[in-house]
């Protein structure tokens, strides 16, 4: 069984960074589409970035693009999201996905396996 677990949250002020990692048991991540979606208090989960199972192919939400960066090393079964440039409104809890779709995917009821999500707090 695949089980996911995301690190590297926490609380910076705006126009810092912070790198969040997901490590993966059990099968190899290079079966799987894996993706970052958060859900902010109040909000319904809302999709960041996707990688492609070879991570040649990478999709991200409009308010991120520019300033985050997912990418994923299958050796070590991990995938990161790089977020520099942080605003308030990227405050959330951020998830890490696993999709054994064929296709790069950003619809979260595609994924089928969910770390337990990491709080990033920025504050302006």
């Known amino acids: 069984q695949l089980q996911l677990v995301e690190s590297g949250g926490g609380l910076v002020q705006t126009g810092d960074t912070l790198r969040l990692s997901c490590a993966a048991s059990g099968p190899t991540l290079s079966n799987y589409v894996m993706g970052w979606f958060r859900q902010a208090p109040g909000k319904m989960r809302e999709f960041v970035a996707a990688i492609s199972r070879s991570g040649g192919i990478t999709y991200y939400a409009d308010s991120v693009t520019g300033r985050f960066t997912t990418s994923r090393d299958n050796d070590k079964n991990t995938v990161s999201l790089q977020m520099n440039s942080l605003k308030a409104e990227d405050t959330a809890v951020y998830y890490c996905?696993?999709?054994?779709?064929?296709?790069?995917?950003?619809?979260?009821?595609?994924?089928?396996?969910w770390g337990q999500g990491t709080q990033v707090t920025v504050s302006s």
């Open positions: 996905a696993a999709s054994p779709s064929l296709r790069t995917t950003i619809y979260s009821t595609e994924y089928a396996w």
